[in-house]
């Protein structure tokens, strides 16, 4: 990081007399440059292989800690492992002389001029670190990388299918403690793969087909807030946690834009809605392993508060897809989360620091601070990675075995952490239009013709195991048209699309609107009844209630609006008629 001279000019004048009686120096002067090129050409001549053989082990293992990380350390890791120094003003250091009674064996190390502190930059930003000088790191033999004898390779074919049988989707994720007992210090640890379990919950790839209706409601509503409130019927899994991040992903992949109110799809979105089903998700992995989405922010338990800190989610993710184990087999959750825990514990806090997070458990309603808080925090957001991002993007499959949660990855999660191109080609269902004017869209119907049905009727709640369901009305088509999208186009598209002549009565439909425009409408009203024509007339001319009655059904009934039907009896009771009701 630094050379031995710009190291010791961050010292006090003290500090490095300090240093000098260890090496025989006096540096009893008041030039501090003159003292720091002394102490510096002191320290370059010493064989600090040789000075480290004559540490305390406390010491010894500090430094090695230094060398395994290329000469420094987070202060906050470091000191979280090797204890801390004591940051003192010259007036202290007279007064404590804390050489002299160092409180760990950082300190020791401190005033002998072997170890120092200093900010560098990282991808991470600035962080602060320990640190070994160049001329002293450089006389140290560097540690060899272990040897991690990785899994076998993905097989070329799949594997063969499974005796397993699938569940119903997981119940909301419970974070499961990293209860296995982690390896002896030194040793490597690897994932053992678990045998298959009997029942899982099988991954699909519905978040294209959820992002296709997402996309086709934005065209039709630009996703205002009102329009959120359909999207419960219209979505295969409506978790909210799951919109949200299909939402953002297709933001950051350009597929939406910014309008007055809401965002609408751009020309992107219809060529990824033209692209086959695997490569749709694949460009969906792509964003979400590169997105600002943040992960941690939507675990299950967590609550990020307070807008002083920041993390970054990309950190997490690679920590993970790093450790995944790249074969087909199950695997313990727990394991997976104690292989990062033992080897990478500070994935998401390059500088160690465990204290600056604003990271609430919501159930014990307390914050989370400390690396005793790693299961609770890092470990409940590795369990959700998998969990939910891996799950719904179609990369992992999830089983609950005892207390354990056990997961595996897909043939499609192995193709794209190989970098294998996914498949281009696809079989699809041309869509169905029915003679009343209703379409049905399957499963494997092309996405783009979906998106373009949807602009121009309206979505009906959809129903497991059912192909997506439109209604065309002349709401729908008036809409259309304000869109662009004539009458005539809109024959056109549907023959084309369905492959095959459309019924005589949905042509006709569409061909009176055109020329006729409304011809009829369905309402939801009550009926009001009287005995008597005087009393339905009292109720027109009254000043109370004359509002509430709408059009006149005879002598002896009228309609009366849904909204109004309450306010109507509440005014005629005070004009001394009591209406009695049938409606619920």
């Known amino acids: 990081m630094r050379p031995l001279k710009k190291a010791l000019q961050e010292h006090e004048l003290i500090v490095l007399r300090v240093m000098g009686e260890w090496y025989d120096l006096d540096l009893t002067g008041e030039d501090k440059a003159a003292c720091v090129r002394e102490l510096a050409e002191a320290l370059a001549e010493l064989d600090f292989a040789q000075e480290i053989l004559y540490l305390g082990p406390e010491e010894a293992a500090a430094i090695q800690t230094l060398v395994q990380g290329n000469g420094r350390s987070p202060v906050a890791t470091f000191e979280r492992i090797h204890g801390e ?10 007064r404590e002389e804390p050489w002299f009674d160092p409180i760990s064996a950082v300190e020791s190390l401190w005033y002998r001029g072997y170890v120092y502190r200093g900010f560098d930059e990282t991808a991470e930003g600035m962080i602060e670190f320990y640190y070994l000088p160049d001329e002293l790191l450089a006389k140290l ?7 991690v004898i990785k899994e076998t390779a993905v097989p070329a074919k799949k594997p063969k ?3 397993a049988k699938p569940v119903s989707p997981a119940q909301p994720i419970q974070p499961e403690p990293t209860a296995r007992p982690e390896p002896a210090e030194g040793a490597v640890p690897t994932l053992t793969p678990v045998p298959e379990p009997n029942r899982y919950t099988p991954t699909n790839s519905s978040a294209v087909d959820d992002l296709t209706t997402l996309l086709a409601l934005a065209q039709r509503t630009s996703l205002r807030r009102e329009a959120l409130d359909l999207l419960n019927q219209l979505l295969l899994n409506p978790d909210t946690d799951r919109r949200s991040l299909l939402v953002n992903l297709a933001r950051e992949m350009g597929m939406l834009r910014e309008v007055d109110g809401g965002i609408r799809p751009t020309r992107t979105a219809v060529a990824w809605l033209t692209k086959s089903r695997e490569a749709q998700l694949r460009d969906l992995m792509d964003a979400w392993s590169s997105s600002g989405w943040n992960d941690l922010c939507h675990t299950p338990g967590l609550s990020c508060e307070g807008d002083q800190w920041r993390n970054d989610p990309i950190l997490a993710r690679t920590a993970l897809l790093d450790a995944l184990p790249q074969t087909p087999d199950w695997y313990r959750l727990s394991d997976l989360i104690s292989h990062l825990k033992q080897n990478d514990p500070d994935f998401q806090r390059p500088d160690g620091n465990y204290d600056t997070w604003y990271v609430r458990d919501e159930a014990q309603d307390s914050y989370l601070t400390g690396i005793e808080s790693w299961d609770l925090v890092e470990g409940r957001l590795l369990a959700f990675l998998v969990q939910g991002p891996l799950f719904w993007l179609g990369l992992a499959e999830v089983a609950v075995l005892g207390p354990h949660t056990l997961f595996r990855l897909t043939d499609r999660a192995l193709e794209w952490l190989a970098s294998t191109p996914p498949a281009t080609e696809e079989i699809t269902t ?6 009343d004017a209703t379409i049905l869209a399957a499963h494997n119907a092309n996405r783009h013709h979906r998106f373009q049905v949807a602009r121009i009727s309206e979505p009906q709640p959809v129903a497991p195991g059912k192909p997506y369901s439109y209604q065309i009305t002349p709401a729908s088509l008036k809409q259309a048209r304000e869109e662009g999208i004539e009458p005539d186009r809109i024959l056109t598209f549907l023959q084309e699309a369905s492959e095959r002549p459309l019924p005589a009565s949905t042509k006709r439909g569409i061909e009176r609107w055109r020329e006729r425009g409304v011809e009829g409408r369905l309402e939801t009203a009550v009926i009001l009844r009287v005995r008597d024509a005087t009393i ?18 005879g002598e002896l009934a009228a309609t009366v609006r849904l909204e109004n039907w309450q306010p109507l009896r509440e005014a005629a009771a005070q004009l001394g008629l009591l209406l009695d009701s049938t409606v619920q």
């Open 430 to 435: 041309p869509i169905l239009v029915q003679p």
């Open 536 to 553: 339905l007339e009292t109720l027109r001319t009254n000043a109370k209630t004359r509002a509430f009655i709408d059009e006149s059904l």
């Open 161 to 163: 299918a499974s005796k």
């Open 85 to 94: 120094v004591r940051m003192m003003g010259p007036g202290a250091l007279e």
């Open 141 to 147: 033999p560097q540690p060899e990388k272990p040897k």
